[in-house]
């Protein structure tokens, strides 16, 4: 017997969603034009995007900050010292990108460092694996003195080894309302072994195909 196309029934629209976008028409009401065209073409495209079920719902980091799967962040705004921006941002610069002391750590996915307000304040950020506390456990007892170097330019920074180095932390630090990672399952350790993985096996595609 041979079914007919266009006979089945439609899935009921899921009623979360629906509440979610309603919601979000109200939230832009009166958000510029620009804003409310953007909403509109964005729901008609796929409504899911903004509003379905995450794949990843953010959790706690521990003390401070946001984590998804194995992924956490963190996000700190500290004052400098007097010149402290000047010092730090001559230190950047001789280092040329080389972080290999940060490689011993085995945590870290990224970093940033960003001068604001005319370079009295430093923005650092940061992805990481797993929780807050042994995430600053691994500076603290694999590279004090490299992060030193980079913190004693921060108004108040305790050192690396003192016990009040959390709380410093922590004081400056802020949560990350929203945020994305692509892979928050894998972890530093992961991620180079399936790079490995990846150039072994093109590798031997090449040796093959001689």
Known sequence: ?????????????????????????????????????????????????????????????????????RVSELTLIAPFVEGGAERLRAFLQLRDGNFDDTDRVGTVHDMRFVFLDNDTKLLFCTAYDDEWDPYIDDFATKIPDELDLFMCNCVGWPGTRSPSVKDWIAKYQIAADGWYVANPDLTVAETRRLNRVGHALEEFLDKISD
């Not at 266009?6 to 804003?35: C, S």
């Not at 953007?38 to 495209?45: F, G, H, I, Q, S």
């Not at 379905?52 to 706690?60: F, L, Q, V, Y």
């Open 1 to 69: 017997m041979t079914m007919q196309e266009g006979t089945g029934t439609a899935p009921e629209p899921d009623q979360a969603v629906e509440q979610k976008i309603q919601k979000l028409r109200e939230l832009y009401a009166d958000a510029p034009e620009v804003g409310k065209r953007a909403l509109e073409n964005v729901l008609r495209k796929d409504a899911t995007s903004f509003v379905g079920k995450p794949r990843t719902r953010m959790e706690s980091a521990g003390r401070v900050g946001s984590r998804q799967g």
